[in-house]
């Protein structure tokens, strides 16, 4: 079983769709999560860390589940140039090393 | 945060040739990491290469392929040897800080003809 599994999508929504993806980690002791934002031929970037209590910056949102091990991105008002990759990131059982989900393509549509 | 400078930002190399990647990071840090992502997939974990001692490699990847030097807390290589075809992909560096999440650079880009 792969450490973090993550729908490839892709997602095409039209501006102003709400979209949500999900990520279901394998490690119960995982700690710490992260969402990432890759752009086309660029370098991953960080989006949102993810708490435990679930946390909110502008139209992101983004969620924990540790009894269904599994972690969530909401993106409202879905804008233009929000077509990008999302990956998740899990760490690993020591905490030394990070997983990445395969990521999910997004493409918002005029 | 950290500014992690990778170079060469991109090269087209001929197949039995090597090439080294450099990373230079604006801050010292324990552990710095190699991904690679191959061409529409995820970043997969090369390596973890450790100031001082010999680098940590992950399944599917050995130290005669992918070796990687560690000389300071603010600079890593990585080699890919005698490359292949199969061997085109982005090569990306990446630092962990304490506390916080993960920094990329800007990634080499590896075409093997």
């Known amino acids: 079983r792969k450490e973090v599994e993550q729908d490839p999508g892709p997602f095409n929504v039209p501006e102003g769709a709400t979209v949500a993806f999900n990520c279901t980690y394998s490690?119960?002791?995982?700690?710490?999560f992260f969402w990432y934002r890759q752009d086309c031929r660029k370098e991953p970037k960080l989006l949102m860390s993810?708490?435990?209590s679930g946390n909110e910056d502008g139209r992101f949102t983004a969620q924990l589940n540790r009894a269904s091990q599994y972690i969530s991105l909401l993106i409202r008002d879905s804008k233009l140039s929000d077509s990008a990759t999302y990956l998740c990131v899990v760490n690993s059982r020591t905490g030394n090393q990070f997983y990445f989900g395969t990521g999910t393509s997004l493409t918002v549509i005029p | 945060s950290a500014v992690i400078s990778q170079k060469p930002s991109r090269d087209i190399c001929q197949r039995g040739t090597s090439l080294t990647i450099q990373c230079q990071v604006d801050?010292?840090?324990?552990?710095m990491f190699w991904y690679r992502q191959q061409p529409g997939q995820s970043l997969t974990l090369i390596a973890t290469a450790n100031q001082g001692s010999e680098a940590t490699y992950e399944s599917g990847f050995v130290i005669d392929k992918f070796p990687i030097s560690r000389p300071n807390l603010t600079f890593s290589t990585l080699t890919v040897s005698n490359m292949s075809p199969e061997d085109s992909s982005i090569y990306l560096c990446?630092?962990?800080?304490?506390?916080?999440?993960?920094?990329f650079g800007e990634g080499s880009w590896l075409t093997v003809v």
């Open positions: 993810v708490y435990s």
């Open positions: 801050s010292q840090v324990t552990m």
């Open positions: 990446s630092v962990g800080l304490a506390g916080t999440h993960f920094f």
């Open positions: 490690n119960s002791a995982s700690q710490s």
